[in-house]
C-alpha cells in the first residue's frame, strides 16, 4: 500500500469513529446533561416548581397571588437544597413552564378533529356524482 492509500484509510477510520462518538454523545446528551452541576439545578428547579404551582393551584388564591406564593415555595426548596444564586427570571420561567404544562395536561377540551352531528345539509360537501356513460358496442358503422 502507498503512502496515499494509508492516509485514506486513516481518514476514513477518523470519520467513522467521529460518527460514532457523535452518535453516542446525542444519545445520552439528556444524561450528560443532567450529569452536570448545572444541569441538576435546572432539573430540580423544574420539579420543584411543579410542586410548587400544583400546590398554588389548589390555595383559591388570584393568579399574581399564586405566582408569588409558588415563587416562594420554591425558593425555600431552593434554600433547603444548599442552591443559591437561582435568579428570580429563571423562577419566573420554571413557574410559567409548569403552568402551562399543567394546563395542558388537565385541558378538557374535545378535539378539533371530531366529527359534528349537528351540522346543516347545505354546509355538509357532497361528493361529485359521476354520470356513467353507456357501455358502447362493438357498432363501429357511424350509427
Known amino acids: 500500500m502507498t503512502v496515499k492509500d494509508w492516509l485514506y484509510l486513516a481518514i476514513t477510520v477518523a470519520s467513522y469513529a467521529i460518527a460514532i462518538i457523535a452518535g453516542v454523545y446525542t444519545h445520552n446528551k439528556q444524561k450528560i446533561n443532567r450529569a452536570t452541576k448545572s444541569g441538576q439545578i435546572m432539573d430540580t428547579l423544574g420539579k420543584l416548581a411543579t410542586y410548587a404551582v400544583h400546590e398554588a393551584e389548589h390555595t383559591g388564591m388570584e393568579n399574581e397571588d399564586k405566582r408569588k406564593y409558588a415563587s416562594e415555595v420554591i425558593n425555600q426548596g431552593l434554600k433547603w437544597f444548599g442552591i443559591t444564586d437561582v435568579t428570580p427570571a429563571l423562577i419566573d420561567g420554571a413557574i410559567e413552564k409548569a403552568v402551562n404544562a ?13 366529527i359534528k352531528q349537528d351540522v346543516p345539509a347545505n354546509d355538509v360537501v357532497q361528493p361529485p356524482v359521476i354520470e356513467e356513460k353507456p357501455a358502447e358496442t362493438g357498432d363501429t358503422n357511424g350509427k
Open 102 to 114: 399543567m394546563h395542558l395536561a388537565n385541558d378538557d377540551s374535545e378535539p378539533a378533529d371530531e
